[in-house]
């Protein structure tokens, strides 16, 4: 007889089974127009997706999480990459299967030391000689108690409380000076606001080869403009460091969900979401 | 020293015969975990950061939390001053709940840039935040988001079915509630000011504090009295975790 266990584990790989027909070729001589946009659409946009419910966790950060996140800040306030990057490399370089395949900050880590040997910071020599070296010196699958342990001193960590109420461990000790201006900043020219808030604007649906962070679900749609928000690079240039290419004003455009989805049964209900000058243009 | 029992998410539900008895086996180290002491240890030796730039970005992450979004919607509701400048100038109203947008570098952070924007909820109108796209939160103010909320689970279907979403986290909302779904996509970042709960009358701020949890200012909950925790809801514990902010625990009560 399963254990309690063992019948949910049973129950939830008959759930996920996906019985299929392999009559592909690989390596088709054509790819119809849909298949290509389907298999070239970057992989983090996932808003409208149907997909069956699923529980919530709160899920709890093991110490690797933790370092990883502080490791690719750090990398980013020192300037060897920004956020837009990052989440390019992260979430869409990767492909599909590694984006589903691994965990959320295993993706981070590796946007990262992709990110250190593509860039030249390091060569893929020196991360596999020191991947080796880490995995000696802990013993690998080795019998260990304790946690990994870094060449790197670190100091005690701070308990705080995760709850609602009163704190005051709010601000940081001394830093060093990390000067006046993040190493993210765009250097080029502001260009002028084209929209003012009321305006009605249609999300454009430009090609997505590559990257975006104008979602499927908005392109060609309209919308109101809700709020101006700042000037900054456009994703398509940051993404790249393109640190000096023209900024643009920033909309939060608003959407009538009606709009969005043909067949959203609730009629006030909006979505709101945010666009640089060049993704959207006026509706007449 | 001890070996210790790997816990792999089974239950171990003592000793009535059903389950496997739990084979003594040892923590392993994941094959990620050693690739950011890779990276980390690597950009160190080559210069690129120093570990003092880790030891400040750590203390900083470690004493994020809810409690400053908490307290800037307690005080909101208390002072009619304080709450037009958590809409006029919400990094100003940030700095006094304590919380400085532009630490730890002096021009904020990698993922969270500095801008802030609070949605005001009212009887008419409910807001609930997402990021479709990553998982863009104002940890600044809230602490580090929940796993749900960067799943892609969460993130597809709350822009498309955002009623039956709440529904799941205990949420019913009215159909002639205007429900304003946040895609946060860009570099703004959004908390949501809840509408105050009847029965708070008279209440310090510290006491309207207590029932504003992070399910609140993500707008998958709304304020009570009495309800002081978020859930009840699975948690997934982590075998080695990390004692820091922002991070779900399990309610006291």
């Known amino acids: ?284 | 020293m001890a070996k210790k029992h790997k816990d792999d998410g089974h239950e171990h539900s003592g000793d009535h015969g059903h389950d496997h008895p739990a084979a003594p086996m040892v923590d392993e180290i994941s094959d990620f975990e050693i690739l950011e002491l890779a990276v980390r240890e690597l950009a160190i030796e080559k210069g690129l950061f120093t570990p003092e730039d880790h030891r400040v970005f750590s203390e900083w992450n470690d004493a994020r939390s809810p409690a400053a979004g908490s307290r800037m919607v307690a005080k909101a509701w208390i002072d009619p001053a304080y709450k037009s400048r958590v809409f006029s100038d919400p990094l100003a109203a940030s700095k006094e709940v304590g919380v400085d947008w532009a630490e730890p570098s002096g021009f904020g952070t990698t993922s969270d840039y500095m801008h802030m924007t609070v949605l005001e909820n009212t009887p008419k109108l409910h807001h609930v935040i997402v990021c479709t796209l990553c998982s863009c939160y104002p940890r600044p103010i809230l602490g580090h988001s929940p796993y749900w909320y960067r799943s892609p689970n969460y993130r597809r279907r709350i822009v498309r079915w955002p009623r039956q979403v709440l529904a799941e986290f205990g949420l019913l909302l009215p159909p002639e509630v205007e429900l304003r779904v946040e895609d946060s996509n860009a570099k703004s970042r959004f908390m949501v000011l809840p509408v105050r709960p009847a029965g708070t009358d008279g209440w310090s701020e510290d006491q309207l504090a207590e029932i504003v949890t992070r399910d609140c200012m993500i707008g998958i909950a709304m304020p009570q009295p009495g309800r002081t925790s978020d859930g009840p809801r699975p948690i997934h514990k982590a075998s080695r975790p990390v004692h820091s902010g922002g991070r779900p625990r399990e309610a006291t009560q």
Request: a negative charge; glycine letters at 6%; hydrophobic letters at 35%.
């Open chain 1, 1 to 284: 007889m399963p254990s309690p266990t063992e019948t949910r584990q049973i129950f939830e790989t008959g759930t996920h089974l996906m019985p299929a027909i392999h009559k592909e070729q690989d390596w088709p001589y054509e790819v119809p127009h849909i298949r290509y946009e389907a298999y070239i659409w970057p992989t983090h946009d996932v808003g409208g997706q149907p997909c069956a419910p699923q529980i919530f966790e709160e899920k709890e950060d093991e110490e690797w999480e933790n370092n990883v996140y502080i490791t690719c800040e750090v990398l980013g306030f020192r300037g060897l990459w920004n956020a837009e990057e990052r989440r390019r490399r992260y979430a869409n370089d990767i492909g599909m299967t590694l984006y589903y395949g691994f965990s959320y900050n295993a993706r981070w880590i590796w946007g990262a030391a992709k990110m250190l040997v593509d860039k030249n910071y390091v060569s893929l020599l020196e991360l596999q000689g020191k991947i080796a070296e880490v995995r000696q010196r802990l013993g690998v699958n080795a019998e260990r108690a304790g946690h990994a342990t870094s060449s790197i001193g670190a100091r005690p960590h701070v308990k705080v409380t995760t709850n609602t109420g009163n704190t005051n461990k709010t601000r940081t000790g001394k830093r060093p000076d990390y000067g006046p201006k993040a190493p993210w900043d765009g250097t080029g020219a502001i260009q002028p606001a084209r929209f003012k808030v009321g305006d009605r604007v249609r999300v454009k649906d430009l090609p997505a080869i590559f990257y975006t962070r104008t979602q499927m679900y908005v392109r060609n749609m309209t919308g109101t403009i809700a709020a101006l928000t700042y000037p900054d690079l456009v994703p398509a240039d940051e993404a790249w460091d393109r640190y000096d290419a023209p900024q643009e004003q920033y909309y939060i455009v608003r959407f009538k969900q009606k709009d969005l989805w043909a067949e959203y049964p609730f009629e006030n209900d909006t979505l709101q979401s945010e666009y640089p000058d060049m993704w959207l243009e006026a509706v007449d």
